[in-house]
């Protein structure tokens, strides 16, 4: 569970980092790098220790899925509510494709 919530926490500011930006387009690109350069130093002290932990509990695909859908969940929720962007039915279609891959990634055959 650690590994998870080390996952979600380094999601978010990842999201914020390659996304965030997106709302202040009046912004220099050169500043915009470098805010983003040093959001994503958080997220890696967040992402490293949770690919460490979480190595112990699983195997790197399924650690790996882990981390994707978390990321698709983030970025749902950052879309809408920050970015104030529409989620269209196509996306939760797609979205669920994704995650019915951690039911082949993670059964046991």
């Known amino acids: 569970m650690k590994a998870i919530l080390l996952l979600v926490c380094s999601n978010v500011f990842m999201t914020f980092a390659w996304y965030g930006h997106l709302k202040y387009r009046h ?18 002290c967040f992402q490293v220790p949770a690919n460490r ?24 929720v950052f879309s809408v509510f920050y970015l104030k962007e529409e989620f269209k ?13 951690v039911f082949f990634i993670f059964k046991k055959w």
């Open 53 to 76: 932990i979480g190595s112990y509990q699983f195997s790197v695909a399924q650690l790996k899925t882990i981390q994707e859908v978390i990321t698709l969940v983030v970025f749902a």
């Open 89 to 101: 039915w196509n996306y939760m279609v797609g979205f669920c494709f994704i995650i019915l891959a």
């Open 27 to 44: 912004a220099p690109l050169f500043t915009v790098i470098l805010i983003s350069w040093g959001i994503a130093f958080v997220e890696y």
